[in-house]
């Protein structure tokens, strides 16, 4: 069974501070998701990471995925309290049904 | 353009009712799939779909049925309310595999007492 265990699971700061949300897996990916979901709705689509090693940047966060595509992370800087949200990464193992991560609950205070 | 709707958006269920579910996407997506999510938890798969006539289980389907009659809509069916079926339930398509993403529905919140 393929496993995404995100760490950490909660996560509250101050506005203004950065922080690093990680995504691991023992198995091999296609590709990488990371979402974001707000409290009544459902998750929305923020960035797709395709190759080992790839980096991109949408704003203030900053997505990378692992060289042996296992693994994946989410740097936020400067973080402000629009950013507070369920943070859920999804591996995509080649086919059409993702294994998403267990989830981290970001809260940033003003 | 209204992407995936789901309804109802909340609902209390008696132990042993049943309903259904309502899920429709106007995107002509070909894949849907329906997700629980617990608290504290991830998202779990129930059923899936990758086409009108087709559907298969998920990780989680026990207590739980699915058709797919068109490519527009996919309910899903609960037999025999039990507390354990209390969630979080989304509806969410897709236009094809690998790295197109999910399009997410807004969720049912069902209790069932």
């Known amino acids: 069974t393929q496993l995404l265990e995100q760490s950490p699971q909660f996560l509250s700061i101050q506005e203004g501070e950065n922080l690093t949300v990680y995504c691991n897996s023992s198995?091999?990916?296609?590709?990488l998701q990371w979402y974001r979901q707000e409290p009544g709705e459902g998750p929305v689509l923020l960035v797709t990471?395709?190759?080992?090693?790839e980096v991109k940047k949408l704003k203030r966060l900053t997505f990378q995925f692992g060289d042996a595509r296992k693994d994946s992370s989410l740097h936020i800087t400067a973080a402000q309290p629009g950013d507070t949200g369920l943070y859920l990464c999804?591996?995509?193992?080649?086919?059409?049904?993702?294994?998403f991560g267990t989830g981290t609950r970001l809260k940033v205070l003003a | 353009n209204a992407g995936v709707t789901q309804t109802p958006k909340f609902r209390i269920l008696k132990i042993g009712q049943s309903m259904t579910l309502q899920c429709t996407q106007d995107?002509?997506?070909?894949?849907m799939y329906w997700y629980r999510q617990d608290p504290g938890m991830g998202l779990k798969l129930i059923y899936y779909?990758?086409?009108?006539?087709?559907?298969d289980k998920g990780e989680v389907p026990n207590g739980y049925n699915v058709s797919r009659s068109t490519t527009e809509d996919f309910p899903l069916r609960l037999e025999l309310a039990a507390p354990s079926q209390t969630s979080v339930y989304f509806c969410?398509?897709?236009?094809?595999?690998?790295?197109?993403?999910?399009?997410f529905g807004s969720g049912t919140r069902l209790t069932v007492v």
């Open positions: 779909s990758v086409g009108a006539g087709i559907t």
């Open positions: 990471v395709v190759t080992g090693g």
């Open positions: 999804a591996g995509v193992p080649g086919t059409y049904k993702y294994i």
């Open positions: 969410a398509s897709s236009t094809r595999q690998g790295n197109y993403g999910y399009t």
């Open positions: 198995s091999v990916f296609s590709s």
């Open positions: 995107m002509n997506h070909n894949y």
